[in-house]
Nanobody, 126 residues
Framework: QVQLVESGGGLVQAGGSLRLSCAAS????????MGWFRQAPGKVRVFVAA????????LYADSVRGRFTISRDNAKNTGNLQMNRLKPEDSANYYC???????????????????WGQGTQVTVSS
């Protein structure tokens, strides 16, 4: 198992930046594909970005591609989501998640992630 704790959320003006971190403990972090998801009030949890455990392949949702950057440091058991040029529609609770899956057909799907952090709130004001 792996335990995940997010940090770095907050309130930022549109156009600003935030860097989210996900600290992992337990089983070796490098054994897991890491994903970031977000959930706005009254909406379903949706995929933001993922980085595969096997080949480091990175996927982004269309809505964040070119603005967000996912990364991981296996030596430090951490993952990061750098968010630039933030928009009000980026406001949500952001979650990091871990899975042993590596298929690009699957790692955008929340249901295949068994391990989740508690979330960190991001609010972007207009």
């Amino acid at each position: 198992q792996v335990q995940l704790v997010e940090s770095g959320g907050g309130l930022v003006q549109a156009g600003g930046s935030l860097r989210l971190s996900c600290a992992a403990s337990g089983r070796t972090f490098s054994s897991y594909t890491m994903g970031w998801f977000r959930q706005a009030p009254g909406k379903v949890r949706v995929f933001v970005a993922a980085i595969s455990r096997s080949d480091g392949r990175i996927l982004y949702a269309d809505s964040v591609r070119g603005r967000f950057t996912i990364s991981r440091d296996n030596a430090k058991n951490t993952g990061n989501l750098q968010m630039n040029r933030l928009k009000p529609e980026d406001s949500a609770n952001y979650y990091c998640a871990a899975t042993i899956q590596t298929s690009v057909l699957l790692i955008t799907t929340p249901n295949i992630y068994p391990y989740w952090g508690q979330g960190t709130q991001v609010t972007v004001s207009s």
